[in-house]
């Protein structure tokens, strides 16, 4: 397995240190991954808002609804949200090669509690936070058309450091973990009664694709 492992570890990195480098201005879609990531913040926010209403009415308490866990090894809700933000703040940070920013090798590493930020006491704390993480992505996108972004990326770990390549960093790993943490936000909510459906999580409520009738 480690041998396996090593030799994963050994082409990687010739597929990293060969990678061409990467002008976001010369390619889009660094930022059309960035706005998708904008676009998950804003469907979330809705989420915790309807949320924050329905515990209302319900007279769910939200301290326990934010300790929930969807299993026992998995984080809870307050930390599903805290993953979410810290990671993406983590990834912008790195794109402009702030490599001193609190997150900027945190970026959605599974590592202990004690590395992610203060976790929220409430469901009305979350859209703010999520606005705020969503303001470091327009920020980095807006930065980025006119400045040539990082090569590689490099996270540093205590026992280790993950390279990619900046399209595999962006596209494979930041994209996929917002996506998956956002979900996980909205399981853990659906599963505990809240009422939302599908619908809820649309990107910014629009739909990507025309309606027309079957005649």
């Known amino acids: 397995m480690h041998g396996k492992q090593h030799h994963t570890d050994i082409q990687l990195t ?8 990467t002008d976001t201005s010369a390619d889009p879609a660094i930022g059309q991954a960035l706005s998708q990531c904008e676009d998950i913040l804003v469907a979330l926010a809705q989420v915790f808002r309807k949320s924050a209403q329905a515990t209302q009415v ?6 326990d609804l934010l300790a929930t866990r969807l ?9 599903q949200v805290r993953i979410l933000c810290d990671g993406l703040e ?6 402009r090669n702030e490599l001193d920013h609190p997150q900027a090798n945190h970026v959605f590493n599974r590592g202990a509690p004690a590395q992610f930020g203060p976790l929220v006491g409430s469901l009305e704390e979350v859209p703010p936070l999520l606005d705020q993480t969503r303001g470091a992505l327009v920020a980095t996108r807006s930065s ?4 040539e972004a990082p090569v590689t990326i490099s996270l540093r770990l205590p026992s280790h450091t993950r390279r ?5 960093f962006v596209w ?3 994209l996929p973990n917002a996506y998956f943490h956002a979900h996980m936000c909205y399981a853990l909510l659906r599963a505990n009664g809240i009422p939302l459906g599908k619908g809820d999580l649309d990107l910014n409520g629009t739909p990507c694709y025309v309606m027309e009738k079957t005649q």
């Open 14 to 21: 010739e597929h990293v240190m060969n990678a061409a480098p």
């Open 58 to 63: 319900q007279g769910v308490d939200q301290a």
């Open 71 to 79: 299993a026992p090894d998995m984080l809870s809700l307050a930390y």
């Open 90 to 95: 983590g990834a912008a940070a790195q794109l």
């Open 144 to 147: 980025l058309t006119s400045q």
């Open 164 to 168: 990619f390549a900046l399209a595999d």
């Open 172 to 174: 494979r790993y930041v």
